[in-house]
């Protein structure tokens, strides 16, 4: 089945700075990646999503990049502010209904 | 309306109790999830709802019993948990369910707690 793998699993910028999160998945048939952001005791949202057809996707502060060759793709965002600070999470999906979610990485920004 | 709304927000209950979680969406997807998430880890799929019938069943315990009343309403029934069952319990909607993949929308979760 599916695996997703998250690095890094803590990442502190100093705002303004960028940030950049990379995920790589096992199967070949994925074909949509989602990114989540979740803020302590909340609940996930979706921020930005990317399909195989595409390479970049971006939306205003954030981007996502898509390698299928390599079978990773990255979250970036520019000029963070200290309410980016929360868990992202990437996850992929393929043949099925059913969203893997990468581990996690714990977002600090700090002012 | 574009919120997928669960309740109760918390929920304490004792290993012999019965209760329910309630979740209800107003976006007309077709495709419902469960989803139970333990601290510092990211969501685990339990159930799929598709078109109001169940899909995918993750190998979940019997004690978690899903219904799917109506294309709006999903529910979580409950019955003989266990201490390690204690979680952030989260609902999810699709537009649609099969392939092309359409992108999920989470519930504000119910907190439960099993004493």
């Known amino acids: 089945g599916e695996n997703v793998e998250q690095h890094p699993s803590t990442l502190s910028v100093q705002e303004g700075d960028s940030a950049v999160i990379k995920c790589t998945y096992s199967?070949?048939?994925?074909?949509?990646f989602p990114w989540y952001k979740q803020e302590l005791g909340k609940r996930p949202q979706l921020i930005i999503d990317i399909r195989s057809n595409v390479g970049e996707k971006k939306d205003q502060r954030i981007a996502v990049t898509l390698n299928k060759t390599a079978k990773h793709f990255s979250l970036h965002i520019t000029e963070t502010q200290p309410e980016d600070s929360a868990v992202y999470f990437c996850a992929a999906s393929g043949n099925t209904d059913k969203l893997i979610f990468g581990t996690g990485t714990r977002l600090q920004v700090f002012p | 309306d574009t919120e997928v709304t669960q309740t109760p927000k918390h929920l304490v209950m004792g290993m012999t109790n019965k209760k329910s979680l309630k979740c209800e969406q107003h976006m007309g997807h077709r495709a419902m999830y469960w989803y139970k998430q333990k601290a510092k880890k990211p969501p685990e799929l339990m159930f799929v709802?598709?078109?109001?019938?169940?899909?995918i069943n993750e190998s979940v315990p019997s004690r978690f019993s899903p219904e799917c009343p109506n294309s709006s309403l999903l529910n979580l029934h409950l019955h003989a948990l266990q201490p390690e069952d204690s979680a952030l319990y989260l609902c999810a909607s699709s537009p649609d369910a099969g392939q092309p993949s359409y992108e999920q929308y989470f519930g504000p979760g119910t907190r439960l707690t099993v004493t």
């Open positions: 709802y598709s078109y109001e019938k169940l899909s």
């Open positions: 199967d070949s048939a994925s074909n949509y």
